[in-house]
């Protein structure tokens, strides 16, 4: 159990809002941004790579936050696949960010219920 974790949900999915705010804005930048849609990249390989390293940042944070391996690779593919949506215009940044923090609502209720 990490060390957030002990200090109860509303502390850990707060620290998860937090990280998640840092991936998405600050250390994402107009590279990753704009490379990670399919539809705006330069090349296959550059989205590729580029929505692969916002999720590995992702799946940083929420591994710092949790402790937890696991949920650092579940949020690594699930931060793709909402993301790989949202660029294919299946919906806008609204759905989009509730998905995310969905996501981290569903690690804090595994995490303080195990």
């Not at 704009?34 to 550059?46: E, F, I, P």
Request: proline share 2%; charged share 15%; with cysteine.
């Amino acid at each position: 159990m990490s060390l957030l974790a002990q200090q109860g949900p509303l502390a850990l999915f707060a620290a998860f809002v937090v990280m998640h705010a840092l991936a998405d804005f600050p250390l994402q930048g107009d590279y990753l941004a704009s490379q990670k849609s399919r539809r705006h990249a330069d090349s296959r390989s550059d989205w590729i790579v580029a929505l692969s390293a916002h999720c590995a940042i992702h799946a940083g944070g929420v591994w710092l936050v949790s402790g937890s391996l696991a949920f650092a690779a579940a949020e690594f593919l699930l931060h793709g696949l909402i993301d790989l949506g949202k660029g294919e215009a299946k919906f806008g940044i609204g759905i989009d960010q509730s998905l995310h923090l969905c996501c981290k609502l569903a690690y804090v209720l595994l995490l303080v219920n195990t």
